[in-house]
């Protein structure tokens, strides 16, 4: 039975949160880590930051991303059951209760590593909570579950509470005064860069949508397009703002190149053109850029 449920366990991991999962999400901790790095290094000495830290702190954001995903499949096992019966839960291969207590194992280990170890207990209870409240659609499901336009702006400011936990293990630990305006910036680009993502994945044309809500349905295919463009393009702007005494220029040509085929992309899909790629996938190369180059820009001058 037990083996059993590890099967079960492994068919869930590989299919709904796979390698490339873990990936972006260790590039979303050190690309906030470096990214908040890089702005103490203009007025501070080198710091040195005990490894242990910087493993639990990547373990917390892999395990949390993981959890928020466990979360979604089981308050929106329904839906999923209409319109992605495909997935291991819907279609049998994956039971609730495996989830539940993969789940209650996450929080075991979260909790453990973040009340003991990184001495960043009370944002990590921040986030937390608002993960559970999330789960519990604010205690507003009838309203929420129903209202995608809510739900995105209920949900999406999880990943500015991530970014937060990231700024205060780097504050704790390091032990370095953050200046509060660089770090609300720093903060939108991650919040941009989740409300873009969310947004591309759930736009179709006219003669594609069902009765699954979508951006597309909402608010018209032109604005469902033009936000995430617009987002993706105020982060690229705040990035310049904050770092362009820092980065190299070719740096800030790659990020704008890979923008500028973002644009056109979604610009081609307006004009129901064949794409190499989808918007989701276009929008995930710009954002995993984007950070790759705060990653490798801090290797190369922290």
Known sequence: ????????????????????NLAFSLIFFMSAWNGIALLCSATNQETI??????????ITIMLMLLLLRIMDELKDLETDRQHFPARPV???????????????????ILLSL????????????V????????????????????????????HNPISYFLFLYVASLYRNNAHLHIRPGQLILLGSV???????WEIARKIRHLEDETTYQTYSMVLGIKAALLIPVVLCGAALIVIYRLYYDIFS????????????????????FYRRR?????????????????????????????
């Open 1 to 20: 039975m037990i083996k059993n449920l590890f099967t079960r366990i492994r068919i869930y991991l590989l299919e709904m949160y796979p390698p490339r």
């Open 49 to 58: 930051v005990p490894k242990t830290v910087l493993v639990f702190g990547a």
């Open 90 to 108: 819907p279609r049998g291969a994956v039971f609730p209760s495996d989830l539940r207590l993969l789940g209650l194992f996450i929080i075991g």
């Open 114 to 125: 973040n009340l003991f170890f990184t001495q960043s207990a009370p944002i990590f209870l």
């Open 127 to 154: 986030v937390f909570g608002y993960a559970c409240l999330m789960y519990k659609y604010f205690f507003l499901k009838a309203l929420i579950s129903q209202n995608i336009l809510l739900a995105l702006a209920t």
């Open 190 to 196: 991650f919040l941009f860069f989740s409300m873009s």
């Open 249 to 268: 220029g070719f740096s800030f040509m790659v990020m704008l190149l890979v923008f500028l085929l973002m644009v056109m992309t979604f610009f081609r």
């Open 274 to 302: 064949t794409n190499f790629l989808g918007l989701k996938s276009i929008t995930e190369i710009f954002i995993i850029t984007t950070q790759l180059v705060l990653v490798i820009e801090g290797f190369f001058k922290l």
